[in-house]
Nanobody
């Protein structure tokens, strides 16, 4: 059974950093691209970052470029999102997801999702 379990969320101050992790199980992790999305209250779920399965190519939403870094450790079946220079607009539930097919920026291109981890940026 496919499982994606996020961890590492919490409270950060503006300008601070957090790293969220997503532990995968139940499938051949190294064979799948992985993505991070987020959803703020009252807003649609939005793309944050993607990492490919084969060559480690990464793609970011404009809001994440230069501040966030997605990475993966295939030996640990884990994907990470390092978030720096956080601001209150980054407050959201962060989800990892397994890419299935299609545009890696679209929610519908992913077939399995974690339960999410809350990130709150506030002073």
């Amino acid at each position: 059974q496919v499982q994606l379990v996020e961890s590492g969320g919490g409270l950060a101050q503006p300008g601070g950093s957090l790293r969220v992790s997503c532990a995968a199980s139940g499938f051949t992790f190294r064979s799948y691209g992985m993505g991070w999305f987020r959803q703020a209250p009252g807003k649609e779920r939005e793309f944050v970052a993607y990492i490919s399965w084969n060559n480690g190519d990464t793609y970011y939403a404009d809001s994440a470029k230069g501040r966030f870094t997605i990475s993966r450790d295939n030996a640990k079946n884990t994907v990470y999102l390092q978030m720096n220079s956080l601001n209150p607009e980054d407050t959201a539930v962060y989800y990892c997801a397994r890419h299935s097919q299609g545009d890696d920026r679209r929610v519908g291109s992913y077939d399995w999702w974690g339960q999410g981890t809350q990130v709150t940026v506030s002073s």
